[in-house]
C-alpha cells in the first residue's frame, strides 16, 4: 500500500470514528453534563439573590456543590468524562465537520475547534477537582478573570487587548441572546420528533435560556472592557460578581432571580439536546 492510499485510509478510519456510535454517545452525555452545570449555577445565583451571600455562582461554584453531596467524587468524575466526550464531539466538527447541509464551511469548524478548546478545559479542571486538586475546577472565576487581565493589561498594547477581548466577549453574548430569539438552534434539533408540547418546553427554555445566557456573557464583556479603558484588573468580572452585578440595577435582586432562572432553563434546554441534537 502506498502512502497516498495508507493516508486515505487513515483519513476514512478516523471520519468513521468521529461518526461512530460511541462519538455519538459522548457528545449526548456532554449536554447532560453542560445541563447539570447550568442548573446548578442558576439554583447557585438564586440563593444569592434571596440571601445576598453564598456559594459562588459560577463552575467552581457548582463543581463544589456536587463534591458535597454523597457520592460526589464518583458524580465529578462522571461529569468529567461526559465533557470530555463532548470536547472530542466538538474536535470531530472541527476537523470532519458539523451534520447539515452546511456543516464544512470553515467558520463553523473554526467555532468548533474553539469549542473543542473551551470543553477540554472544563472538562480537564472538572477531573483535576475529582482527583484532589481542589485549586483547579473549584478557583473563582472572578479571580481569575481578574488575574488574566492583570497580566494582559501589563503587555504592551495591553489595554488594547483587553479591550479588544471585552468587545468580543460582548459581540458573542449579544450574539448567542439573538440566535436564541430567533430559534436558530431548530436547525440542530430533530424537530420532527418531538411532541407539540415537548416542542414548546424546547422553545421556552431554549430562547429564555439562551437569552439569558447572551446577558450574561455581554455583561461580562462589558466589565473587561471597561476594565480596559480605567487600567483596572479590578473592574473585570467572572461569572459570579456579573451575577452579583444585576442586584445593582433598580430592579435590585429581581433581574438576577430573572437571570438565574434563565441560567436553569438553558440547564433544561441542554438536557433537550441530549436527546435531540443532530449529531
Known amino acids: 500500500m502506498n502512502t497516498r492510499a495508507a493516508a486515505a485510509q487513515g483519513r476514512g478510519q478516523a471520519r468513521r470514528a468521529a461518526n461512530s456510535t460511541a462519538m455519538e454517545a459522548g457528545a449526548r452525555a456532554g449536554f447532560v453534563a453542560r445541563g447539570v452545570i447550568y442548573v446548578l449555577v442558576g439554583v447557585l445565583a438564586l440563593r444569592i439573590a434571596f ?54 464551511k470553515p467558520t463553523k469548524r473554526a467555532m468548533a475547534a474553539g469549542r473543542f478548546v473551551f470543553y477540554s478545559f472544563v472538562a480537564y479542571s472538572v477531573l483535576s477537582f475529582a482527583a484532589g486538586d481542589s485549586g483547579s475546577g473549584g478557583g473563582s472565576s472572578d479571580k481569575q478573570s481578574q488575574d488574566i487581565t492583570a497580566k494582559a493589561l501589563g503587555w504592551p498594547g495591553g489595554q488594547w487587548i483587553v479591550g479588544a477581548a471585552g468587545i468580543a466577549i460582548a459581540g458573542a453574548g449579544l450574539w448567542i441572546a439573538v440566535r436564541a430569539i430567533m430559534r436558530k438552534y431548530h436547525k440542530h434539533l430533530k424537530m420532527s420528533e418531538m411532541r407539540r408540547r415537548t416542542r414548546r418546553i424546547v422553545d421556552f427554555t431554549g430562547v429564555f435560556g439562551g437569552t439569558a445566557r447572551g446577558i450574561v456573557f455581554a455583561t461580562a464583556g462589558g466589565f473587561a472592557v471597561a476594565a480596559a479603558v480605567q487600567h483596572s484588573p479590578d473592574s473585570s468580572k467572572g461569572m459570579d460578581d456579573t451575577l452579583r452585578s444585576f442586584t445593582d440595577t433598580p430592579a435590585g435582586p429581581w433581574l438576577l432571580v430573572v437571570i438565574a432562572l434563565g441560567l436553569a432553563a438553558f440547564g433544561v434546554f441542554s438536557w433537550a439536546n441530549a436527546r435531540y441534537r443532530k449529531v
Open 51 to 104: 440571601s445576598g451571600g453564598g456559594r459562588q455562582a459560577d463552575r467552581g461554584g457548582a463543581i463544589a456543590e456536587i463534591a458535597e453531596k454523597p457520592f460526589g467524587k464518583v458524580m465529578l468524575w462522571l461529569l468529567g468524562i461526559a465533557l470530555v466526550g463532548m470536547a472530542l464531539w466538538r474536535l470531530s466538527e472541527a476537523l470532519f465537520g458539523q451534520a447539515g447541509p452546511d456543516g464544512d
